[in-house]
């Protein structure tokens, strides 16, 4: 079975400094996976999302994910944060077989000082 | 523009009582999910269905119905036999056939007891 894990509940970094959430995955093949953000109270958008090919990928708002299959991981990564980076992140890894049902991690909360 | 519409945005249950969140897509997506999130547990898989006509359980399907009558509607029904139902409920299509494309979300329902 696929799974996702978010070890950061919360995360807490100044405007200005770089962020990297941790996302890792269990998954019998080569995942399909995806960073989605989610401001309060609304859905969630996706950020970015990884099928094949270059493990450094690039997504909206600056932001960017390396896959390294050797670390089961697909961080999230931003050089220098915004205050309206602020928000909910989940990683996911995408459906397996048949039944088509994406695994969604816990979530990581970010919070941005000024 | 395509999307997903979720109404209403805040919904207020009675005792005893069912209520029905609607979900509408016109991206003609064949997949369609329900999500219950409460804070702390992301994202719970209530129901889904891959085509019209057809929808199987997610894992926490009891005090929840739904139905899909047509390709972009997707009503979830809160029933009486759901003794906790105050959560954000979010709404997520996906284009059928392989399995490397992403979720989109609506903008959730919230639902009270009152």
């Known amino acids: 079975a696929q799974s996702v894990t978010q070890p950061d509940i919360h995360i807490t970094v100044s405007e200005g400094a770089s962020l990297e959430l941790r996302c890792n995955y269990s998954?019998?093949?080569?995942?399909?996976l995806f960073w989605y953000v989610q401001s309060p109270g609304q859905g969630l958008q996706l950020l970015l999302k990884y099928f094949s090919g270059d493990t450094l990928v690039q997504g909206i708002k600056g932001f960017e994910a390396e896959f390294k299959r050797s670390q089961s991981s697909f961080n999230l990564r931003k050089p220098s944060v915004h205050w309206s980076d602020a928000a909910e992140y989940f990683c996911a890894v995408g459906a397996t077989g048949g039944s088509y049902i994406p695994t969604f991690g816990r979530g990581t909360s970010l919070i941005v000082h000024p | 523009d395509g999307g997903i519409t979720q109404s209403p945005k805040y919904l207020f249950r009675k005792e005893g009582q069912n209520v029905t969140l609607s979900c509408e897509q016109n991206l003609n997506h064949d997949a369609m999910y329900w999500y219950r999130q409460d804070p702390g547990q992301g994202l719970r898989l209530i129901y889904y269905s891959q085509i019209v006509n057809d929808f199987q359980k997610g894992d926490i399907a009891e005090g929840y119905s739904v139905s899909r009558e047509k390709k972009e509607s997707f009503p979830l029904t809160v029933t009486s036999a759901q003794k906790n139902p105050t959560a954000f409920y979010l709404c997520?299509?996906?284009?059928?056939?392989?399995?490397?494309?992403?979720?989109?979300f609506g903008d959730g329902t919230r639902l009270s007891i009152l």
């Open positions: 998954y019998g093949a080569t995942p399909y």
């Open positions: 997520a299509s996906r284009p059928g056939g392989s399995s490397n494309q992403p979720q989109h």
